[in-house]
C-alpha cells in the first residue's frame, strides 16, 4: 500500500529525473521514513544497486528496519560500521564481522540490491575475495571429518567452546559437531559417521532437542579473514564497499553523512593510532580505511543523491508532509483521521506488534466510533517516522510510537544469541556439578545418545560417587538444575563433594531441608492467614486511559512480563489483598509493570507509596514515573533527604489531603509523621535492602493494602515464601527483546584503552559511568580522566555530595548534559539511563562479584552494543573474573600501546 502511493506520486510527477553515474542531484521533502522508501521505490523502478548511507549507525539500524517493512528483506542487507579501537584491526562483536560478512558475500554473488550502511561502513576495508563462495555447503552423506570441519570454520572465525550459546560458537562433541552460524534461528547439529554426514539437524538452543531435518545447509563466515580464503585456495585482497558496488549504483546520502571533512579526521584518527602502536607487523590505515582521494575519486564516478542536504548540482521536491504531532491526544488523532478521509486519502497506522494493534483497534473504536474505526487500516509493522503521500493515491501513515510519543524500538528478525535460563541444558558445561532431584550432587559428563529400542534418546550424562553413571533422558530435564555453591564462584572455591547413588545422605539433607522451611513458614502463618480472610478492595477493570498508557511503552512486552502484568491486574481486581512478588533480572520490566500497576489504583482514587532504598532510585523512580503518566492528570512527588524540610512539610500535607497521587520514597515513607488520605498500593523495590526496624513497619501495612515487592536478588527466606505458596510470585526470566550482550574486557589501567573507549562512547552520542571504590581519591581519579578526555563534560557523585547537588547531577545525566559520570557503587541499584552504553570500573578485585554484575547491568540498556571494561591490577589473574570474559587481546594491545 506504501510503495504503490509512493509510486503512482513519483509516475504523475513528469519532471523527476534520477542521476546518472557521475551526476549528483539534492532531494528535499522525505520526513519520517521516507529516505527507505525512496530506496526502496528507486530499485524496484529503475532496478539498479542502491545504497543509502545514513548519518549515524543508530539511523542505519531504523533505515534498515524501515526497508524490511516496506517487504525489501529478500534483496536488502545491512553493513555495519565496525566499533573497533583504533589499535583493533578486527571488530569484537561477532554480530558486527558476521553482518559485514553476509553483506559483502550477498552484493558479490548478485543477492543483495539495497545496501544501508554509514559514511564509515562505506570506506573501511575488508579481506575480500572477488570470486565470491564465502561460506562452506554441508550435504548429507557427503564425505568430511570432524578435523576438516573444525578447521574450516575455525578460519571463519567461529570460536570452539565447550557448548553452542551464541552466534558464532562451535562445539566438537565425539560425531557430533555443533554450530551457530548467522542468519539461522537456530544452532546446526551435524552428526558425522565414519567421516560421512549422517544427518543435519537444527536443534533448540535451550532444550537441546532436534526440531527440524535438514539435506543440506549454508555456513556463512563469521568474520572475513586472509586464512579464509587461503584455506579455499583462493586470494584475496582488502577492499572496501564503495570499491565493490556496481557502476551503475544509486548512492543515497542522508543529511551529513557525505561530509568530506568527517571522512578526513577518520583518515587522520586511524593514522595517527597505527603511527602510535609502533607494530612493524600491524596492517597500515589504507588497508583499514580507503583513503579520503580515494573515496573521492570513486564517488566521483557514481550517481549521487543527498537527502536533505543542498549538496546537489540540482534540487527536487517530493512533497511529502511529516507525521502530525499527536503526542498522545486521541483527540486530535480522530480529527487527523477524519479530515484525511473527508479528502479522500486512505488513513494507515502501524504497530509494533499484534499486542498494540489490538489496543489500538480498541482505543479507535472508543474514540471514534465502529462506523470510523473500520475504515482506517490497521497492520503490524514499524517504520521509523509516518508520512502524508500526495498525489493519485493519497496516503495517511501513522506510527504507534509516534501517536504516543515514545522512541520507535527496532526489531531484529534473526536471533543472534540465546541466554539460557538456569534451568536449561544449554547452562551448563561439561565438568560442572549439577543436582538431581532424586539423587543429589553429580558431575555432568556431556550429552549421549542412547538407543533404546527402536529410537534413539537424547540423554544428559551424570557421574556420581565411586564411577557410577546416571543417564537422564532430555525430556526429564526437570529433575536437573545446575549445582550453585554459597559465596562468589571464585575458580579457587572447593567444590562439593559428590553423592552416591541409592545413599542415604542426600536423603537425610533433603528431610531436614524440608524441616527448616516448615518451621519458617510457621512463624508467618498468622500474617498471612489474616490477609487471606481480611477484605481487599477491588480495582476497577481496565479503561481506556489504561489501555492508552500501556500502548505509549517503548519497548514490546516480553512473554514473562506480559504475564506478570496479568497476574498483578488479576490481584489488584479481586477483593483479596495482594501480595506479590515480581522477581526479574535488572532492566527486565519490573518498573513499567509497577506504574501499570500504579495507574490502575489512582484511576481509582486511590494513592500509591513507592518504597526504595536509595535516593538514587527514588530520583530515577520520580523521573521514570513521572515521564511515563506526563499525558494524564496524575500528580507524582517524592519524599528523600534530597527534598528540603519545606518540601517535605508541604508534601507530607498534600498525602493527607489527597493531592499527591504517587509517593515515591526512600524509608522516610514508612516514618509516623507520613499519613496518607486513602492509601491503596504499595510497591517495594528490592525488599532486601531495608533494615529490621522498617520491614515490621512494612508488616503492618500489609495487613491492609495491596503490595507488590520487585526484586532482581530476593533474599533466601523472601524467595522461599513464594515458592511454597505463601506469596505470590510472577517470574520475568525472557531477557528484553534483542538485548545485546554486553562486551566485558579484564585489563589493567591503560590511558590508551581508557581514551580510546570515551571517544568510541562519545562517537555514538552516547554516556560512560566510571566507577571508583573510594570517596577519598574520587576526585583525583576525575581529573585524570579530565585530562584523558579534555572535550568530555565530566560529573563526580557520591554518598557524600550534598543533596541538591547530587539532584541536579542525576538530572543533567537524564538530560545528557553529562558524558561521563565518575561515581561510587551509588549507582549500582536503579539508576536507568539507556543512552550509557559504556562502563569502567576502576579496581574492580575491590567489588564482589555479585555487585559488579549488577553494576554491568547499567549498561547494556538499549539495543546498542555496550562494553563494560574492568580494570584491575597487573599482578592479578584473570580466573578471579569467570564468567565476565577475558580478552587477552586487549590486554596486550593495552601494554603495546602504553606509550602512547
Given at each position: 500500500m506504501i510503495r504503490a502511493s509512493f509510486e503512482s506520486m513519483l509516475r504523475a510527477r513528469q519532471d523527476t529525473r534520477w542521476p546518472a553515474p557521475g551526476e549528483r542531484i539534492s532531494v528535499k521533502g522525505l520526513p519520517g521514513a521516507g529516505p527507505s522508501l525512496l530506496a526502496a521505490t528507486l530499485h524496484g523502478e529503475t532496478g539498479r544497486h542502491v545504497v543509502l548511507v545514513a548519518d549515524t549507525?543508530?539511523?542505519?539500524?531504523?533505515?534498515?528496519?524501515?526497508?524490511?517493512?516496506?517487504?525489501?528483506?529478500?534483496?536488502?542487507?545491512y553493513m555495519p560500521q565496525r566499533e573497533t579501537l583504533p589499535y583493533e584491526e578486527t571488530d569484537p562483536h561477532v554480530e558486527i564481522s558476521s553482518r559485514r560478512a553476509e553483506a559483502i558475500s550477498a552484493l558479490l554473488e548478485g543477492e543483495a540490491r539495497i545496501l544501508v550502511t554509514t559514511s564509515r561502513g562505506l570506506v573501511e576495508r575488508s579481506p575480500v575475495s572477488t570470486s565470491g563462495g564465502f561460506?562452506?555447503?554441508?550435504?548429507?552423506?557427503?564425505?568430511?571429518?570432524?578435523?576438516?570441519?573444525?578447521?574450516?570454520?575455525?578460519?571463519?572465525?567461529?570460536?570452539?567452546?565447550?557448548?553452542?550459546?551464541e552466534l558464532g560458537d562451535y562445539v566438537v562433541r565425539g560425531g557430533i559437531v555443533d554450530v551457530f552460524p548467522f542468519g539461522a534461528d537456530e544452532p546446526l547439529r551435524i552428526e558425522l559417521w565414519d567421516e560421512r554426514v549422517e544427518s543435519l539437524r537444527r536443534f533448540d538452543l535451550l532444550s537441546q532437542r532436534s526440531t527440524e531435518r535438514l539435506e543440506e545447509a549454508t555456513i556463512l563466515p563469521v568474520a572475513l579473514s586472509p586464512e579464509l580464503f587461503e584455506d579455499a585456495g583462493r586470494s584475496s585482497e582488502r577492499r572496501s564497499l564503495l570499491e565493490l558496488l556496481p557502476l551503475d549504483t544509486l548512492l543515497l546520502f542522508e543529511g551529513s553523512a557525505c561530509d568530506e571533512p568527517r571522512r578526513t579526521q577518520l583518515w587522520r584518527e586511524i593514522r595517527q593510532a597505527r603511527e602510535d602502536l609502533g607494530d612493524e607487523d600491524a596492517l597500515p590505515a589504507e588497508d583499514l580505511v580507503l583513503p579520503p582521494e580515494a573515496v573521492s575519486a570513486?564517488?566521483?564516478?557514481?550517481?549521487?543523491?543527498?537527502?536533505?542536504?543542498?549538496?546537489?548540482?540540482?534540487?527536487?521536491?517530493?512533497?511529502?508532509?511529516?507525521?502530525?504531532?499527536?503526542?498522545?491526544?486521541?483527540?486530535?488523532?480522530?480529527?487527523?483521521?477524519?479530515?484525511?478521509?473527508?479528502?479522500?486519502?486512505?488513513?494507515?497506522?502501524?504497530?509494533d506488534s499484534s499486542g498494540q494493534l489490538e489496543r489500538m483497534q480498541e482505543i479507535l473504536s472508543d474514540a471514534a466510533g465502529t462506523k470510523l474505526a473500520a475504515r482506517v487500516h490497521v497492520a503490524v509493522g514499524g517504520l521509523s517516522g509516518g508520512f502524508h503521500i500526495p498525489g493519485p493515491e493519497p496516503l495517511l501513515v501513522l506510527t504507534d510510537h509516534q501517536i504516543f510519543a515514545r522512541s520507535r524500538r527496532v526489531r531484529r528478525h534473526r536471533r543472534l544469541h540465546g541466554v539460557a535460563p538456569l534451568e536449561s541444558i544449554a547452562s551448563v558445561t561439561p565438568g560442572d556439578y549439577i543436582v538431581h532431584l532424586d539423587h543429589g550432587i553429580g558431575r555432568f559428563a556431556g550429552l549421549e545418545r542412547v538407543r533404546v529400542g527402536e529410537e534413539t534418546v537424547e540423554t544428559l550424562k551424570v557421574e556420581y560417587a565411586e564411577g557410577e553413571i546416571l543417564r537422564v533422558p532430555h525430556y526429564r530435564l526437570d529433575l536437573i538444575e545446575k549445582w550453585?555453591?554459597?559465596?562468589?564462584?571464585?575458580?579457587?572455591?572447593?567444590?562439593?563433594?559428590?553423592?552416591?547413588?541409592?545413599?542415604?545422605?542426600?536423603?537425610?539433607?533433603?528431610?531436614?531441608?524440608?524441616?527448616?522451611?516448615?518451621?519458617?513458614?510457621?512463624?508467618?502463618?498468622d500474617l498471612y492467614a489474616h490477609r487471606s480472610v481480611s477484605d481487599g478492595f477491588g480495582f476497577s477493570s481496565d479503561t481506556r486511559w489504561q489501555r492508552e498508557m500501556e500502548s505509549s511503552f517503548l519497548y514490546e512486552d516480553t512473554p514473562d512480563q506480559r504475564s506478570a502484568w496479568l497476574d498483578v491486574k488479576r490481584d489488584m481486581e479481586s477483593p483479596t489483598i495482594m501480595d506479590r512478588l515480581v522477581c526479574g533480572d535488572v532492566g527486565y520490566g519490573k518498573t513499567e509493570i509497577a506504574i501499570r500497576a500504579a495507574f490502575k489504583a489512582v484511576q481509582d482514587g486511590k494513592q500509591v507509596a513507592v518504597l526504595a532504598p536509595t535516593t538514587i532510585l527514588v530520583e530515577q523512580h520520580l523521573h521514570t514515573f513521572a515521564e511515563r503518566l506526563a499525558g494524564f492528570p496524575v500528580r507524582v512527588a517524592a519524599l528523600s533527604r534530597m527534598r528540603t524540610p519545606a518540601e517535605q512539610k508541604a508534601a507530607l500535607l498534600d498525602l493527607v489531603e489527597g493531592r499527591i497521587d504517587i509517593a515515591i520514597g526512600t524509608h522516610r515513607l514508612l516514618s509516623s509523621d507520613v499519613v496518607f488520605k486513602d492509601l491503596g498500593l504499595l510497591v517495594v523495590d528490592e525488599e532486601q535492602r531495608f533494615g529490621v526496624r522498617h520491614k515490621e513497619r512494612l508488616k503492618d501495612l500489609k495487613r491492609t493494602v495491596d503490595v507488590l515487592t520487585l526484586t532482581a536478588t530476593p533474599i533466601?527466606?523472601?524467595l522461599q515464601l513464594a515458592l511454597g505458596g505463601l506469596r505470590d510470585l510472577s517470574l520475568i526470566e525472557t531477557a528484553p527483546r534483542d538485548r545485546m550482550p554486553v562486551i566485558t574486557h579484564v585489563l589493567p589501567w591503560s590511558d590508551a584503552v581508557i581514551q580510546d573507549a570515551i571517544r568510541r562512547e562519545m562517537d555514538r552520542a552516547g554516556q560512560v559511568f566510571f566507577v571508583h571504590d573510594r570517596i577519598e581519591t574520587i576526585e583525583a581519579l576525575a581529573q585524570r580522566i579530565r585530562r584523558l578526555s579534555p572535550e568530555a563534560r565530566l560529573a563526580v557523585a557520591h554518598g557524600r555530595v550534598n543533596e541538591r547537588q547530587l539532584e541536579e547531577t542525576m538530572a543533567a545525566l537524564m538530560d545528557r548534559e553529562i558524558d561521563i559520570l565518575v561515581s561510587t557503587s551509588i549507582i549500582e541499584n536503579g539508576l536507568d539511563v539507556p543512552t550509557a552504553n559504556t562502563m569502567i570500573v576502576h579496581r574492580s578485585d575491590r567489588f564482589g562479584l555479585a555487585q559488579l554484575y549488577q553494576l554491568r547491568g547499567r549498561v547494556g540498556r538499549s539495543h546498542h552494543r555496550a562494553y563494560c571494561y574492568l580494570l584491575v591490577p597487573e599482578e592479578l589473574p584473570p580466573r578471579r573474573f569467570r564468567g565476565f570474559g577475558f580478552s587477552s587481546t586487549i590486554l596486550n594491545s593495552a601494554r603495546a600501546t602504553e606509550s602512547r
Amino acid at each position: 500500500m506504501i510503495r504503490a502511493s509512493f509510486e503512482s506520486m513519483l509516475r504523475a510527477r513528469q519532471d523527476t529525473r534520477w542521476p546518472a553515474p557521475g551526476e549528483r542531484i539534492s532531494v528535499k521533502g522525505l520526513p519520517g521514513a521516507g529516505p527507505s522508501l525512496l530506496a526502496a521505490t528507486l530499485h524496484g523502478e529503475t532496478g539498479r544497486h542502491v545504497v543509502l548511507v545514513a548519518d549515524t549507525p543508530g539511523d542505519a539500524e531504523l533505515r534498515f528496519a524501515d526497508l524490511e517493512t516496506l517487504g525489501t528483506s529478500a534483496v536488502a542487507r545491512y553493513m555495519p560500521q565496525r566499533e573497533t579501537l583504533p589499535y583493533e584491526e578486527t571488530d569484537p562483536h561477532v554480530e558486527i564481522s558476521s553482518r559485514r560478512a553476509e553483506a559483502i558475500s550477498a552484493l558479490l554473488e548478485g543477492e543483495a540490491r539495497i545496501l544501508v550502511t554509514t559514511s564509515r561502513g562505506l570506506v573501511e576495508r575488508s579481506p575480500v575475495s572477488t570470486s565470491g563462495g564465502f561460506g562452506i555447503t554441508v550435504r548429507v552423506g557427503e564425505q568430511t571429518s570432524r578435523a576438516e570441519l573444525a578447521e574450516q570454520l575455525d578460519s571463519m572465525g567461529f570460536e570452539a567452546t565447550t557448548g553452542v550459546r551464541e552466534l558464532g560458537d562451535y562445539v566438537v562433541r565425539g560425531g557430533i559437531v555443533d554450530v551457530f552460524p548467522f542468519g539461522a534461528d537456530e544452532p546446526l547439529r551435524i552428526e558425522l559417521w565414519d567421516e560421512r554426514v549422517e544427518s543435519l539437524r537444527r536443534f533448540d538452543l535451550l532444550s537441546q532437542r532436534s526440531t527440524e531435518r535438514l539435506e543440506e545447509a549454508t555456513i556463512l563466515p563469521v568474520a572475513l579473514s586472509p586464512e579464509l580464503f587461503e584455506d579455499a585456495g583462493r586470494s584475496s585482497e582488502r577492499r572496501s564497499l564503495l570499491e565493490l558496488l556496481p557502476l551503475d549504483t544509486l548512492l543515497l546520502f542522508e543529511g551529513s553523512a557525505c561530509d568530506e571533512p568527517r571522512r578526513t579526521q577518520l583518515w587522520r584518527e586511524i593514522r595517527q593510532a597505527r603511527e602510535d602502536l609502533g607494530d612493524e607487523d600491524a596492517l597500515p590505515a589504507e588497508d583499514l580505511v580507503l583513503p579520503p582521494e580515494a573515496v573521492s575519486a570513486q564517488l566521483n564516478g557514481l550517481a549521487v543523491v543527498h537527502v536533505d542536504s543542498p549538496a546537489g548540482d540540482a534540487t527536487v521536491g517530493l512533497g511529502l508532509d511529516p507525521h502530525p504531532p499527536i503526542e498522545r491526544r486521541i483527540g486530535l488523532l480522530v480529527d487527523e483521521i477524519r479530515v484525511a478521509l473527508d479528502r479522500g486519502d486512505r488513513a494507515l497506522i502501524l504497530c509494533d506488534s499484534s499486542g498494540q494493534l489490538e489496543r489500538m483497534q480498541e482505543i479507535l473504536s472508543d474514540a471514534a466510533g465502529t462506523k470510523l474505526a473500520a475504515r482506517v487500516h490497521v497492520a503490524v509493522g514499524g517504520l521509523s517516522g509516518g508520512f502524508h503521500i500526495p498525489g493519485p493515491e493519497p496516503l495517511l501513515v501513522l506510527t504507534d510510537h509516534q501517536i504516543f510519543a515514545r522512541s520507535r524500538r527496532v526489531r531484529r528478525h534473526r536471533r543472534l544469541h540465546g541466554v539460557a535460563p538456569l534451568e536449561s541444558i544449554a547452562s551448563v558445561t561439561p565438568g560442572d556439578y549439577i543436582v538431581h532431584l532424586d539423587h543429589g550432587i553429580g558431575r555432568f559428563a556431556g550429552l549421549e545418545r542412547v538407543r533404546v529400542g527402536e529410537e534413539t534418546v537424547e540423554t544428559l550424562k551424570v557421574e556420581y560417587a565411586e564411577g557410577e553413571i546416571l543417564r537422564v533422558p532430555h525430556y526429564r530435564l526437570d529433575l536437573i538444575e545446575k549445582w550453585t555453591g554459597v559465596g562468589d564462584p571464585d575458580t579457587t572455591a572447593r567444590p562439593p563433594a559428590v553423592h552416591k547413588l541409592g545413599g542415604k545422605k542426600w536423603k537425610t539433607l533433603r528431610s531436614r531441608t524440608e524441616e527448616s522451611i516448615r518451621a519458617m513458614a510457621t512463624e508467618l502463618l498468622d500474617l498471612y492467614a489474616h490477609r487471606s480472610v481480611s477484605d481487599g478492595f477491588g480495582f476497577s477493570s481496565d479503561t481506556r486511559w489504561q489501555r492508552e498508557m500501556e500502548s505509549s511503552f517503548l519497548y514490546e512486552d516480553t512473554p514473562d512480563q506480559r504475564s506478570a502484568w496479568l497476574d498483578v491486574k488479576r490481584d489488584m481486581e479481586s477483593p483479596t489483598i495482594m501480595d506479590r512478588l515480581v522477581c526479574g533480572d535488572v532492566g527486565y520490566g519490573k518498573t513499567e509493570i509497577a506504574i501499570r500497576a500504579a495507574f490502575k489504583a489512582v484511576q481509582d482514587g486511590k494513592q500509591v507509596a513507592v518504597l526504595a532504598p536509595t535516593t538514587i532510585l527514588v530520583e530515577q523512580h520520580l523521573h521514570t514515573f513521572a515521564e511515563r503518566l506526563a499525558g494524564f492528570p496524575v500528580r507524582v512527588a517524592a519524599l528523600s533527604r534530597m527534598r528540603t524540610p519545606a518540601e517535605q512539610k508541604a508534601a507530607l500535607l498534600d498525602l493527607v489531603e489527597g493531592r499527591i497521587d504517587i509517593a515515591i520514597g526512600t524509608h522516610r515513607l514508612l516514618s509516623s509523621d507520613v499519613v496518607f488520605k486513602d492509601l491503596g498500593l504499595l510497591v517495594v523495590d528490592e525488599e532486601q535492602r531495608f533494615g529490621v526496624r522498617h520491614k515490621e513497619r512494612l508488616k503492618d501495612l500489609k495487613r491492609t493494602v495491596d503490595v507488590l515487592t520487585l526484586t532482581a536478588t530476593p533474599i533466601p527466606r523472601t524467595l522461599q515464601l513464594a515458592l511454597g505458596g505463601l506469596r505470590d510470585l510472577s517470574l520475568i526470566e525472557t531477557a528484553p527483546r534483542d538485548r545485546m550482550p554486553v562486551i566485558t574486557h579484564v585489563l589493567p589501567w591503560s590511558d590508551a584503552v581508557i581514551q580510546d573507549a570515551i571517544r568510541r562512547e562519545m562517537d555514538r552520542a552516547g554516556q560512560v559511568f566510571f566507577v571508583h571504590d573510594r570517596i577519598e581519591t574520587i576526585e583525583a581519579l576525575a581529573q585524570r580522566i579530565r585530562r584523558l578526555s579534555p572535550e568530555a563534560r565530566l560529573a563526580v557523585a557520591h554518598g557524600r555530595v550534598n543533596e541538591r547537588q547530587l539532584e541536579e547531577t542525576m538530572a543533567a545525566l537524564m538530560d545528557r548534559e553529562i558524558d561521563i559520570l565518575v561515581s561510587t557503587s551509588i549507582i549500582e541499584n536503579g539508576l536507568d539511563v539507556p543512552t550509557a552504553n559504556t562502563m569502567i570500573v576502576h579496581r574492580s578485585d575491590r567489588f564482589g562479584l555479585a555487585q559488579l554484575y549488577q553494576l554491568r547491568g547499567r549498561v547494556g540498556r538499549s539495543h546498542h552494543r555496550a562494553y563494560c571494561y574492568l580494570l584491575v591490577p597487573e599482578e592479578l589473574p584473570p580466573r578471579r573474573f569467570r564468567g565476565f570474559g577475558f580478552s587477552s587481546t586487549i590486554l596486550n594491545s593495552a601494554r603495546a600501546t602504553e606509550s602512547r
